[in-house]
């Protein structure tokens, strides 16, 4: 008999989540994580290829496995437009 496939890693394209930051620039009790959206799995790992925007206003992409999902909440339609802008 076939085994079902795990399926507890799968995400919805657009979910929001927060990703593991290490340059901790805001002392001890600063923010640890950025908010990033969903945009593929990655070719090369495990993990996630999550779309963001950073202070200074570039959008930028990365690759990471350390990713806490916000489960049943999606991006803003401000977040998808400044996606597509990014893959103009």
Do not use: C
Not at 23 to 47: M, V
Not at 51 to 64: F, H, M, Y
């Amino acid at each position: 008999m076939a085994r079902r496939p795990d399926l507890i890693y799968m995400r919805l394209w657009g979910a929001a989540g927060y990703v593991h930051s290490n340059s901790h620039a805001y002392e001890k009790l600063g923010p640890r994580a950025n908010k990033y959206i969903f945009i593929r799995y990655s070719d090369e790992s495990k993990g996630y290829v999550m779309l963001g925007e950073q202070p200074d206003g570039t959008i930028t992409k990365i690759e990471s496995r350390d990713v806490i999902f916000l489960e049943g909440r999606f991006s803003k339609k401000k977040d998808i437009d400044d996606i597509d802008r990014f893959f103009k």
